[in-house]
């Protein structure tokens, strides 16, 4: 009886999306057409009015638990065909900032795993990939891939993250610079369109949709399956930090050690980072735990003076039998050419999988600290290779304190290693840095760490960079109004309308993002 009722309630719920002119496909949608669950629990609607950013809340009508891409294509199919329409939203981990996976009054489709989701990621060991479902975790991605000694090529630092959900966007980490961002090595993918198709795409097949997504912020489609390219998977990793107080040095050596992606595997290092330290923080930070506690580093026992550092971070992975002498010579020989701070090498082996998978540790740490379920006013920022200078004087110099709430990162990547056709937009140079602000709201009586405090210097750094011209691109792009997603586009903006009329006409998917509006009824726009 009570199950019943509560599925009289998600008709009605439905009905107030929809409209009184019920469209017939509801009922069946109910009755013989979804495999998973259509939830209108408080908890789960809750769950999915938030996300990790804590600074944007929109409830939506219902939550879709899908069994199938089937599923989903039912959901969206019926949301393209009904007079009145409602908007659908993906939602892997709800890792988003501001609001990108939500949709007031429209339905969210919770990708993530649950009790009848699809089947467990597939390998092919012999042609080197693995099939998985949109909602899949890359932790679990790796932890099925490593059975069969094999690894995705490009990952982001947290792994905590979907499959779709990063595509969507990019996918980066320090290995971008050597195989792309995470688009960059997809085979091809299962999606659900705005009007409810499931299309197989890839270069070969319906390639202006598979470009399309990549990258495209959930506008074209919906991921249910991408196929992921795999390598061989070290064992090991040796992990590096080295330090510098001379910006253009730090620069200097990132830019030579990424321009030598076309090397052997021994002539280069496999991953790349860098992260600004500022004089009142401990170099140690929440995305590792790589200096001892008990030992912490400051500043100001290096004598660098100033009252900035830069980090750069730095890894080679080998195997188990693989000589350590030769991969002591290997990164001898590599660090033998930078400029960093003598005496400053700060050097760890441990396994592959930790490496990849810090940053989870160190959330577990903020978790038991209550420090985690907090407001992250990210800002994330691609900042061409000719500026980076003027960026380090402006805004690490300049606009930022000496309270950093959190790490900020920088590295640069090969342009080349970007497929152009996705709907990704990076500064037109060859080499851009990415420029993260990974910083947390702390209601700690200190004004300079509060959420409002942190937003303002997100705006004075836009602000900034518009005002002195330096051409950055927002990656994870937040914004308010067409106009500004337009200047975000830039020339690709007629591409990106014209696909959005070809695969979603109705503007139905991922109205969270705010790049259209929807093209229904006043009652249910989402912004």
């Not at 912020?217 to 399956?225: A, D, P, S, V, W």
């Not at 309308?497 to 993002?513: C, N, S």
Request: charged content about 25%; glycine content about 8%.
């Amino acid at each position: 009886m009570a199950g019943k009722l509560l599925l009289l309630f998600a008709i009605c719920r439905l009905i107030v999306i929809v409209g009184l002119t019920l469209n017939p496909t509801v009922t069946d949608l109910f009755r013989v057409g979804i495999d998973g669950k259509l939830s209108v629990d408080p908890h789960d609607i809750k769950s999915a009015s938030m996300d990790f950013g804590k600074t944007t809340r929109n409830e939506p009508t219902a939550v879709l638990h899908p069994a199938t891409a089937d599923d989903v294509a039912k959901l969206v199919k019926l949301a393209y065909q009904s007079p009145h329409g409602f908007s659908v939203s993906a939602r892997g981990h709800g890792h988003s900032i501001n609001g990108q996976s939500q949709t007031a009054n429209g339905v969210v489709v919770q990708m993530s795993r649950s009790g009848r989701n699809p089947a467990v990621p597939e390998v092919c060991e012999k042609k080197m990939y693995v099939d998985v479902w949109g909602g899949e975790l890359w932790i679990d991605v790796l932890k099925s891939t490593l059975e069969y000694g094999l690894a995705p090529k490009s990952w982001t630092d947290y792994l905590y993250l979907s499959v779709g959900g990063t595509l969507s966007n990019a996918g980066i980490s320090g290995q971008a610079f050597n195989h792309g961002p995470q688009i960059s090595n997809v085979h091809e993918m299962d999606v659900v369109t705005g009007k409810g198709q499931v299309l197989t795409c890839s270069n070969d097949k319906y390639p202006e949709l598979f470009h399309s997504v990549l990258g495209g912020l959930g506008q074209f489609g919906i991921i249910t399956r991408a196929r992921i390219a795999l390598e061989p998977s070290p064992q090991r990793v040796r992990w590096i930090r080295v330090l510098y107080s001379n910006f253009s040095a730090f620069t200097h050596d990132q830019e030579y050690l990424i321009s030598l992606h076309n090397e052997s595997q021994s002539e280069k290092f496999d991953y790349i980072e860098g992260f600004v330290i500022v004089d009142e923080g401990l170099i140690n930070n929440w995305r590792s735990s790589f200096f001892s506690p008990k030992n912490p580093v400051k500043i100001s026992s290096l004598g660098a003076g100033g009252n900035v550092l830069y980090c750069l971070e730095i890894t080679k992975n080998y195997y188990d039998s693989s000589n350590p002498e030769s991969i002591d010579q290997e990164v001898e020989g590599l660090l033998k050419k930078l400029n960093f701070i003598p005496a400053s090498v700060f050097t760890t082996d441990l396994p592959y999988v930790d490496f990849l998978d810090r940053v989870h540790k160190a959330e577990l740490k903020l978790r038991s600290k209550g420090l985690w379920e907090v407001p992250h006013p990210w800002l994330n920022l691609f900042v061409p290779k000719s500026r980076i200078a003027d960026f380090d004087k402006g805004v690490f110099k300049g606009i930022l304190g000496n309270k950093t709430s959190g790490p900020i990162l920088i590295y640069p990547m090969n342009k080349n290693k970007w497929d152009e056709k996705s709907s990704v937009v990076t500064p037109d140079e060859d080499v851009f840095y990415l420029v993260a602000l990974l910083r947390s709201a702390l209601d700690n009586g200190e004004e300079t760490l509060t959420l409002k405090h942190l937003s303002e210097e997100n705006r004075k750094i836009l602000k900034f960079c518009k005002e002195s011209n330096i051409k950055v691109k927002q990656y994870l792009p937040h914004y308010t109004t067409q106009e500004e997603w337009m200047e975000h586009y830039g020339d690709k903006w007629q591409q990106i309308y014209r696909k959005k009329m070809e695969f979603d006409p109705r503007h139905i998917l991922a109205t969270g993002q705010r790049v259209f509006e929807p093209r229904f009824g006043s009652e249910v726009r989402s912004w």
